[in-house]
């Protein structure tokens, strides 16, 4: 499967932005699609997932501002990021996986394909 990453941009704190996932190729449905997001000079980290049956998981600094859902028809993941602040800056990726056990949701090992990222960028 493909994916492709679009939505980032400049936004000021408590701002909101949406980011969406497009996929290509694969059986949509059966993949857990996560978003994780790396900053500079620091290690990619988890954000959210969503797995086949619509349940979502999320770090706990996005938790109650960030929304994730996934269209199979459409075969996009959306990721709606409101009240944004600074420490959300970074450069978000997409990610899929077929196989990834729950407990590994929040490990980037755990997917086998990616998306390009894409830029989020936000001023206090």
């Known amino acids: 499967v493909q994916l492709q990453a679009s939505g980032g941009g400049l936004a000021q704190a408590g701002d909101s932005l949406s980011l969406s996932c497009v996929a290509s190729?694969?059986?949509?449905?059966?993949?857990?699609i996560a978003w994780f997001r790396q900053a500079p000079g620091k290690e990619r980290e988890f954000v959210a997932a969503?797995?086949?049956?619509?349940?979502?998981f999320y770090a706990d600094s996005v938790k109650g501002r960030f929304t994730i859902s996934r269209d199979n028809a459409k075969m996009t993941v959306d990721l709606r990021m409101n009240s944004l602040k600074p420490e959300d800056t970074a450069i978000y990726y997409c990610?899929?996986?077929?196989?990834?056990?729950?407990?590994?949701?929040?490990?980037?090992?755990?997917?086998?394909?990616w998306g390009q990222g894409t830029q989020v960028t936000v001023s206090s």
């Open positions: 990610a899929a996986s077929s196989s990834v056990i729950v407990s590994n949701y929040r490990n980037s090992d755990g997917y086998n394909y």
């Open positions: 190729g694969g059986t949509f449905s059966s993949y857990v």
């Open positions: 969503i797995n086949r049956g619509r349940y979502t």
